[in-house]
């Protein structure tokens, strides 16, 4: 096997320092009934240019090249190529979780310019060094309002996106905290006079999404001020992380949990993404997931250190603010990457022309269709009504080698035939008046 | 400190680096976008309230600082690229290359998670034949490979558990857990809902049978399990294990971390195990990138199956493949989307790569290269279990400690001679651990450049214990003091503050 | 040694490596090919007397030892991704990442040179496109991009200065040339069967106007100058030296490869110029990839244009792209296909990074930068010319050298405070030379470092001469033996041999 | 501009240091009436993903994906990835020419192991560190016997690439070394009878190619013999090094220039590439080209240092062995780890492969035409004579995205319908199938 750094010699070698005949022997301490005696069904030993072969059939039966109005949680954006030259280099990809700081100072230092970025984005006062996704990181930041509150329930928009929600319930299945959702608005906001009534004494945090599903900025103070004044904190999810370049950041929330993906991340299929939660420093000591922070050296020289780590599992064990440990560091690097790339300016201008890009394909699609939820400020994505069904509009626009918006019935049956199309600096404008004609026929 | 015996590394000029924000100023770009071909906008009209005023201290900078700026921090990284990387339990192996070119094939790196099924046949062949091997490798009936890392995986097992026996009836209230477990094995039971009850290994470091017969009864919804555990050794009564958990109405869970010892040798779907988790990012070689990401696939017996997460890849009539939402029993989503679908592809790369043979050697060799270094050394370090050891080896200090140098202090010297240090303290059964696992990947003349750098540390500690103490001493940073740092975390850099020296 | 003023570098643990072949052991593999899908042939019985019985001591390694072999030996590189390169002459700018990513794009890279014009379009604008972007930079009228470096054009042009000449009647035998100039100015003149003449520069550091015109005879077939020259002079009499040259029928060579000082701010074509060439390895940022690839294209007035390298590119008459091959007078090929394409892809993917403000800009900040250096160094070493400096200033160590500090000695210790040297010693016309090229790509804090590092040796070489004849202290090796090496050259591996202490 | 770390303050402040009022002052010593007062005619400054874009379109006006039967001096072989990944690295392909050793010994080591490798491959004594390609190194050759011998002719076999000898004739044009060419034999070798009555006591080399550019093996013993005799050197040109997997190599010869691109270097539409040059230890004074030497350093340790340089331009100027000197160094290195990858074991599999792929290939053609040259044995081209004209035949197989042999008629009228094929491991069984199928047509 070409990976391994061994000559039949060595072997042998070996086993005779270690005294035994044959491998086998190795393996003694599995009793024989369970030693597997044939091949594995796996398929057989390939030269690397068969195993590219296959996967590049693989990539050639998957789309490729097609427009893309998707968004829903999963954003087209342009990754510069610097990102995948620098994590592409073997200290990076190939190292483990910094827990030697002396020969893993790169990794700290990256993730603590990761968090820092994240605290400027967001306006929170600390940020963790990541979470698995956006999805489970909202969950986590629902639990740790629990955790501070002490309260054991909380209150949901339905405009969080659907798999975020479906995931919440999973996690707090067991947790005994009960979970009410709260409906939308005329505008695509959440509906505040039954938020307050939704929450109660025992309401640990209110969770939202801004821009949230349907792609509308929420009132955040105002949520804020609402969740606040009933002793609830608010947790806001942030699925377009692109949208901080331009909409003011929830510095009213006490706990943001961010879905990085957008920030020179691979669409991927899904996956590999980053979440990461942040939140204010007197919260600090609840927020799940690693910590990097700055420490001093024997001889006084400036260096980073995970810390704060009582926090966490191989401390704590089951009293551990999370069971988290392997995290997505490597594409928190990358989101810190392109954070860097685009940096102060770069962001704002970019995520101007994605809102400038969705406001012209939502006024030409505006003439096929309905444009729900006009009246709050949206960013890049927005939702259309049609007469006919979006998945025949969409099979339409297939043949045409584009990938429309996302019909919303399976997750919101009282909006009918309406999808939420995405626009991002990726799509021309002649990709979005191919759009609207191929939607039009 | 004398330099004789360090044969493996040489200090050289190595560059220093501030952090970027202190590179930054106003103006300095390292992007250029292409011109707006739509209408412009006011964002600030359009967004009123919600528009922002300005980005703060995010940083301005040239393409050329970030590629420097980058590459600089990079090479204060030890990584497996460089040398061995014997971090017991974290299964760190040859990271190929060939995982990465194709997972960045075009049309599997820009696909996005909603397009149509009839456009992602491809990715769903991946995540298809990807679940075959691991069920024919696991000896399971069933699959997800949904969550993102082993924790992840944990808590999906034991989610399916609960439902599982919640189906039966009665969800039960405690999970056992051995002693020698790690962190997350805990974590995973509280998140789940379950007490934890810790279990006690025997002289031999196996889970004590008469304990756990003991322990077990209809409070129990289960046993979680490393196998081989973590101080490296074969649970050699697992099937008396699995009889006395079933007997009573229970489930195994087993933590399959450890799995290459195991992949292509023996199969815990055969020795008993109901549900346990893989780690694609320790077995199955995809990288750890600085802490992750990572992919947990979890695999269980036919009566845990419906409980899966959903959705799941099914092949159709037509013998497309497509996703399967409709699964009323399922535990629920775990994670949006599938799953780190980028980690699948590379996993189902080095499985090609290696096919049944190639696994089968790899997992031989990785026994190999273990129990060499426990010949090596056993004697040096003291080796508190003499069970066999299979793909990882645990040593304590004992000896060592007498002179005052403690696990950690051998760490950190190990790194003057070229090395990552093995696993710090943990399992936590072993005071004082040295937990060594040094994979498949590495060479005869690396392991005894390790032997002999642990042996000489051992000469060192007896000599000149001071000396090991305050190492490493060839680092560009060392023995930063952490617990000032945890008393008065400073979690973030803010302007204003001067750029410190020695940076 | 003090450590004190460094502040750009630390030393660091860094991995020692043997030679690949100590690595090697028979059995190792690092490779495998797929099964064979046609019958087989015996080679020996096919190839008879011819087969080849075996591969000597060829290595034989895995692939994970081939990661680390390659990875451990580039970190004993320095590079412009780690820091400033001021190598005077070379253009060591930034290698944008982008000009790498599309020069592997599969329909570049895979393309065949002898595959069919129609389906090479691609490539061929490509060509096309860089070429008019080359003449339009030069201000000349005819290009060919089929030189692999900077000498293998100077050849190119000298070549098609005999043809021209030789059509007027007489190709002449004697070829100018500064003392200034770059060494392959004369090789070249001495392989295109040319005398080499030498020119004497003046007291500001430019040619002799006087001894020009008194050397210019019709025996000289030309001048060959760099401009600006070896000083970072630029000619300031340029139109005066090309009226002499071309009054007595000679022809005006310009090595290009200080072009980094002009693009967009003056052209040769529009100053006297008849022949030039450029290198994309310098001044449009492809990479020098340690010592080569490069690429030298030569550009050329109208009446030299029947003259170039064949084939070239050509629009036909359906607006397709296609080769000429068709050109009688033509010097011949100097390079098999085409030239190094890949290398034209990434000098394009810069112009067009740039356009025609940045390319200005990049001109502006290069010139700035030598400046800048200028100003603060001068007074601590001795600025031989006062003319002003374009991209590069050339300072000598005669200030130093009181002390027994030569430039070398100087150059060996800047690389303790984390920089690559200058060039050394050269231009031969300055004893001592320290020539410094920032180019554009250096930050002011960069530059700063940089010359308070020059500074301090300065001081050092004051203070202790010796510790910094003895430099430097902080890399792997100190101080090769190069005289040794050439009195018994050692220029390959033989089995056998040892394995070198300190290895 | 993206590239430059220059902030509009840093330039103001750098100005005034210098005691400038604009940056124009800078350019005063340009006489005022050459200075470019309008805009340089290159595209406008464009966005990375504009660049992408263009040269996108770029390759896919080019053919990508095709069949490929063409040899003829480019080959196209697997390129192990590995390859990629690790010249990718900064450290490598952002350096410079190696001349200060204590910062360069990852350059250097990597040239001195090339240098081994060609050595054991070629069976020579000594290597160089690269020349620009086949083509230049082979006039090089030439040039290199001149000085050696102190004779002044050459004669040099028409199956040697035509477009080498091209290159030979333009180096040679102003060196009065006359140089003859001489024929080949029905077996496609080298016609000894014409050879020895060409070789006169003026002849400094006989330089030949094997494989020549008919694919045929030539009896090199014979040829040294002969060469020798006479008081020549024997050069030997090889085009397609990884015959030299399988290949006797021609350790009689005096002087070996290899062209190195089948070594895992893209065919990147014929550059860049690397020659080589390799010779007796005897000659190494009269090599051209950089040199790599070890060397111990001040504490007595192992290094690697650039040596012998009197031999080059930068020492020896007007005297020099070559003008060269930028050469290919990054293509030798990937050259390097490419027959790192490959070894002792895998060069012999994979040129075994490529021989039976050909065997195939013309046993199957030469039922549609006639083989040439069947008397010799060859490697991985063979000559197919057809009664159709070949650039038809092309053009079909072109329909079919397979591209066909090379017709030979440009250069060798006398073979009329010939064309030069060539197999290798990347022609699958079925291609070949596919491409004798569209030849009968
Ligand atoms: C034995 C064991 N179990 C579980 C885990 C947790 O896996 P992950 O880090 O992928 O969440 C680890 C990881 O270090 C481990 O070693
Ligand atoms: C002034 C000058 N001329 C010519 C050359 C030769 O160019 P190349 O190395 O590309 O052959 C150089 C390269 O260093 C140079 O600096």
Same mark, same amino acid.
């Given at each position: 096997?070409?990976?391994?750094?061994?000559?039949?010699?060595?072997?042998?070698?070996?086993?005779?320092?270690?005294?035994?005949?044959?491998?086998?022997?190795?393996?003694?301490?599995?009793?024989?009934?369970?030693?597997?005696?044939?091949?594995?069904?796996?398929?057989?030993?390939?030269?690397?240019?068969?195993?590219?072969?296959?996967?590049?059939?693989?990539?050639?039966?998957?789309?490729?090249?097609?427009?893309?109005?998707?968004?829903?949680?999963?954003?087209?954006?342009?990754?510069?190529?610097?990102?995948?030259?620098?994590?592409?280099?073997?200290?990076?990809?190939?190292?483990? #979780?910094?827990?030697?700081?002396?020969?893993?100072?790169?990794?700290?230092?990256?993730?603590?310019?990761?968090?820092?970025?994240?605290?400027?984005?967001?306006?929170?006062?600390?940020?963790?060094?990541?979470?698995?996704?956006?999805?489970?990181?909202?969950?986590?930041?629902?639990?740790?309002?629990?955790?501070?509150?002490?309260?054991?329930?909380?209150?949901? @928009?339905?405009?969080?996106?659907?798999?975020?929600?479906?995931?919440?319930?999973?996690?707090?299945?067991?947790?005994?905290?009960?979970?009410?959702?709260?409906?939308?608005?005329?505008?695509?906001?959440?509906?505040?006079?039954?938020?307050?009534?939704?929450?109660?004494?025992?309401?640990?945090?209110?969770?939202?999404?801004?821009?949230?599903?349907?792609?509308?900025?929420?009132?955040?103070?105002?949520?804020?001020?609402?969740?606040?004044?009933?002793?609830?904190?608010?947790?806001?999810?942030?699925?377009?992380?692109?949208?901080?370049?331009?909409?003011?950041?929830?510095?009213?929330?006490?706990?943001?949990?961010?879905?990085?993906?957008?920030?020179?991340?691979?669409?991927?299929?899904?996956?590999?993404?980053?979440?990461?939660?942040?939140? !204010?420093?007197?919260?600090?000591?609840?927020?799940?997931?690693?910590?990097?922070?700055?420490?001093?050296?024997?001889?006084?020289?400036?260096?980073?250190?995970?810390?704060?780590?009582?926090?966490?599992?191989?401390?704590?064990?089951?009293?551990?603010?999370?069971?988290?440990?392997?995290?997505?560091?490597?594409?928190?690097?990358?989101?810190?990457?392109?954070?860097?790339?685009?940096?102060?300016?770069?962001?704002?201008?970019?995520?101007?022309?994605?809102?400038?890009?969705?406001?012209?394909?939502?006024?030409?699609?505006?003439?096929?269709?309905?444009?729900?939820?006009?009246?709050?400020?949206?960013?890049?994505?927005?939702?259309?009504?049609?007469?006919?069904?979006?998945?025949?509009?969409?099979?339409?626009?297939?043949?045409?080698?584009?990938?429309?918006?996302?019909?919303?019935?399976?997750?919101?049956?009282?909006?009918?035939?309406?999808?939420?199309?995405?626009?991002?600096?990726?799509?021309?404008?002649?990709?979005?008046?191919?759009?609207?004609?191929?939607?039009?026929? | 400190?004398?330099?004789?015996?360090?044969?493996?590394?040489?200090?050289?000029?190595?560059?220093?680096?501030?952090?970027?924000?202190?590179?930054?100023?106003?103006?300095?770009?390292?992007?250029?976008?292409?011109?707006?071909?739509?209408?412009?906008?006011?964002?600030?009209?359009?967004?009123?309230?919600?528009?922002?005023?300005?980005?703060?201290?995010?940083?301005?900078?040239?393409?050329?600082?970030?590629?420097?700026?980058?590459?600089?921090?990079? #090479?204060?990284?030890?990584?497996?690229?460089?040398?061995?990387?014997?971090?017991?339990?974290?299964?760190?192996?040859?990271?190929?290359?060939?995982?990465?070119?194709?997972?960045?094939?075009?049309?599997?790196?820009?696909?996005?998670?909603?397009?149509?099924?009839?456009?992602?046949?491809?990715?769903?062949?991946?995540?298809? #034949?990807?679940?075959?091997?691991?069920?024919?490798?696991?000896?399971?009936?069933?699959?997800?490979?949904?969550?993102?890392?082993?924790?992840?995986?944990?808590?999906?097992?034991?989610?399916?558990?609960?439902?599982?026996?919640?189906?039966?009836?009665?969800?039960?209230?405690?999970?056992?857990?051995?002693?020698?477990?790690?962190?997350?094995?805990?974590? #995973?039971?509280?998140?789940?809902?379950?007490?934890?009850?810790?279990?006690?290994?025997?002289?031999?470091?196996?889970?004590?049978?008469?304990?756990?017969?003991?322990?077990?009864?209809?409070?129990?919804?289960?046993?979680?399990?490393?196998?081989?555990?973590?101080?490296?050794?074969?649970?050699?009564?697992?099937?008396?294990?699995?009889?006395?958990?079933?007997? !009573?109405?229970?489930?195994?869970?087993?933590?399959?971390?450890?799995?290459?010892?195991?992949?292509?040798?023996?199969?815990?779907?055969?020795?008993?195990?109901?549900?346990?988790?893989?780690?694609?990012?320790?077995?199955?070689?995809?990288?750890?990138?600085?802490?992750?990401?990572?992919?947990?696939?979890?695999?269980?017996?036919?009566?845990?199956?419906?409980?899966?997460?959903?959705?799941?890849?099914?092949?159709?009539?037509?013998?497309?493949?497509?996703?399967?939402?409709?699964?009323?029993?399922?535990?629920?989503?775990?994670?949006?989307?599938?799953?780190?679908?980028?980690?699948?592809?590379?996993?189902?790369?080095?499985?090609?790569?290696?096919?049944?043979?190639?696994?089968?050697?790899?997992?031989?060799?990785?026994?190999?290269?273990?129990?060499?270094?426990?010949?090596?050394?056993?004697?040096?370090?003291?080796?508190?279990?003499?069970? @066999?050891?299979?793909?990882?080896?645990?040593?304590?200090?004992?000896?060592?400690?007498?002179?005052?140098?403690?696990?950690?202090?051998?760490?950190?010297?190990?790194?003057?001679?070229?090395?990552?240090?093995?696993?710090?303290?943990?399992?936590?059964?072993?005071?004082?651990?040295?937990?060594?696992?040094?994979?498949?990947?590495?060479?005869?003349?690396?392991?005894?450049?390790?032997?002999?750098?642990?042996?000489?540390?051992?000469?060192?500690?007896?000599?000149?214990?001071?000396?090991?103490?305050?190492?490493?001493?060839?680092?560009?940073?060392?023995?930063?003091?952490?617990?000032? @740092?945890?008393?008065?975390?400073?979690?973030?850099?803010?302007?204003? !503050?001067?750029?410190?020296?020695?940076?």
């Amino acid at each position: 096997m070409r990976y391994l750094p061994k000559s039949p010699a060595d072997r042998q070698r070996m086993l005779r320092e270690i005294g035994c005949k044959s491998i086998d022997d190795l393996f003694a301490p599995i009793p024989a009934e369970y030693r597997l005696t044939r091949d594995l069904k796996v398929p057989r030993q390939m030269a690397e240019s068969e195993i590219i072969d296959y996967f590049r059939r693989c990539a050639e039966a998957n789309a490729a090249g097609y427009a893309v109005f998707l968004g829903a949680g999963a954003y087209h954006h342009y990754r510069p190529v610097v990102i995948d030259s620098l994590i592409s280099r073997g200290e990076f990809f190939t190292a483990y #979780t910094p827990y030697q700081p002396e020969i893993a100072q790169g990794t700290l230092q990256a993730i603590f310019e990761f968090q820092t970025m994240i605290c400027e984005l967001t306006g929170m006062e600390v940020a963790n060094a990541s979470m698995y996704d956006g999805s489970t990181g909202a969950a986590e930041a629902l639990l740790m309002a629990a955790r501070i509150t002490g309260r054991r329930a909380a209150v949901v @928009a339905r405009t969080v996106h659907p798999e975020y929600r479906e995931v919440i319930r999973t996690y707090i299945q067991h947790q005994s905290v009960p979970v009410s959702e709260c409906g939308y608005l005329e505008n695509g906001r959440i509906d505040m006079a039954s938020l307050e009534k939704q929450i109660t004494d025992e309401t640990a945090c209110v969770l939202i999404q801004s821009p949230n599903f349907f792609g509308t900025v929420e009132d955040i103070p105002a949520i804020a001020e609402l969740a606040h004044r009933k002793g609830a904190l608010l947790a806001v999810s942030i699925a377009e992380a692109l949208s901080l370049g331009i909409v003011k950041p929830p510095v009213e929330a006490d706990i943001v949990s961010m879905e990085t993906q957008s920030f020179g991340v691979p669409l991927g299929f899904g996956g590999p993404y980053a979440g990461v939660l942040a939140t !204010k420093e007197k919260f600090v000591r609840q927020i799940p997931g690693r910590l990097v922070g700055e420490a001093r050296d024997k001889n006084g020289k400036r260096g980073f250190v995970l810390t704060l780590s009582t926090r966490e599992q191989h401390i704590r064990r089951e009293k551990a603010t999370s069971n988290i440990c392997t995290n997505q560091a490597l594409i928190a690097t990358m989101a810190t990457i392109y954070m860097t790339v685009y940096g102060r300016e770069g962001l704002k201008e970019l995520a101007s022309q994605n809102l400038a890009k969705a406001a012209y394909a939502a006024s030409e699609l505006g003439k096929q269709g309905r444009i729900l939820f006009q009246g709050a400020p949206r960013f890049n994505e927005f939702v259309v009504q049609t007469k006919e069904d979006p998945y025949q509009i969409n099979e339409r626009l297939l043949q045409k080698k584009m990938i429309g918006g996302f019909p919303l019935r399976k997750f919101y049956p009282e909006l009918g035939n309406a999808a939420l199309w995405c626009c991002t600096e990726m799509n021309t404008r002649e990709q979005i008046d191919a759009a609207v004609k191929a939607v039009a026929q | 400190m004398s330099d004789q015996d360090i044969k493996k590394a040489t200090r050289h000029v190595n560059q220093n680096e501030p952090l970027i924000f202190e590179r930054s100023s106003p103006g300095k770009k390292g992007y250029r976008l292409p011109p707006l071909d739509v209408p412009d906008v006011d964002y600030k009209k359009a967004l009123g309230a919600c528009a922002r005023e300005d980005l703060g201290s995010m940083p301005e900078v040239s393409e050329m600082e970030i590629i420097r700026h980058f590459t600089r921090m990079s #090479t204060w990284n030890y990584a497996i690229d460089l040398g061995m990387y014997p971090l017991g339990s974290c299964t760190m192996k040859y990271n190929a290359r060939v995982n990465e070119v194709v997972a960045r094939l075009y049309g599997l790196a820009e696909a996005h998670p909603y397009q149509q099924e009839r456009i992602s046949q491809g990715a769903l062949r991946i995540m298809k #034949t990807l679940a075959d091997c691991l069920l024919d490798i696991t000896g399971m009936d069933a699959i997800t490979l949904q969550p993102a890392a082993g924790a992840h995986g944990e808590m999906t097992g034991i989610l399916l558990i609960h439902a599982c026996l919640s189906a039966r009836g009665n969800p039960r209230k405690k999970i056992l857990i051995p002693d020698s477990a790690h962190g997350t094995n805990p974590a #995973t039971a509280a998140i789940c809902g379950y007490a934890v009850e810790n279990l006690k290994s025997n002289a031999h470091g196996m889970v004590d049978i008469g304990a756990l017969e003991a322990q077990m009864n209809e409070d129990v919804a289960g046993l979680m399990l490393t196998n081989p555990n973590t101080l490296g050794i074969f649970e050699q009564e697992i099937h008396k294990i699995a009889e006395i958990l079933h007997k !009573k109405g229970g489930l195994l869970y087993m933590d399959g971390a450890n799995m290459n010892a195991l992949v292509g040798k023996t199969r815990p779907g055969d020795f008993g195990v109901d549900v346990m988790h893989l780690n694609l990012h320790k077995t199955f070689s995809t990288p750890h990138g600085g802490g992750g990401p990572g992919s947990g696939p979890v695999a269980c017996k036919k009566e845990l199956e419906p409980f899966l997460p959903k959705p799941i890849v099914v092949e159709k009539p037509d013998g497309t493949l497509g996703f399967d939402y409709d699964r009323p029993k399922s535990v629920g989503r775990v994670r949006m989307f599938y799953g780190n679908f980028g980690m699948h592809v590379r996993a189902l790369a080095y499985i090609m790569a290696n096919g049944p043979d190639g696994l089968r050697e790899t997992t031989e060799d990785a026994v190999l290269n273990a129990n060499y270094i426990r010949r090596k050394l056993d004697g040096e370090y003291e080796l508190p279990y003499k069970s @066999a050891s299979m793909h990882e080896v645990v040593f304590s200090d004992r000896l060592q400690a007498q002179k005052g140098v403690k696990t950690g202090d051998i760490a950190k010297r190990i790194i003057d001679y070229g090395f990552h240090p093995y696993t710090v303290s943990f399992p936590l059964v072993v005071p004082g651990a040295l937990m060594i696992e040094p994979t498949e990947s590495e060479s005869l003349e690396e392991l005894d450049l390790f032997i002999d750098a642990m042996k000489a540390i051992a000469r060192e500690a007896e000599g000149d214990p001071e000396m090991v103490r305050n190492s490493p001493h060839t680092t560009r940073v060392s023995r930063l003091d952490e617990t000032a @740092a945890a008393r008065k975390p400073v979690l973030r850099w803010r302007p204003g !503050k001067a750029q410190s020296a020695g940076e």
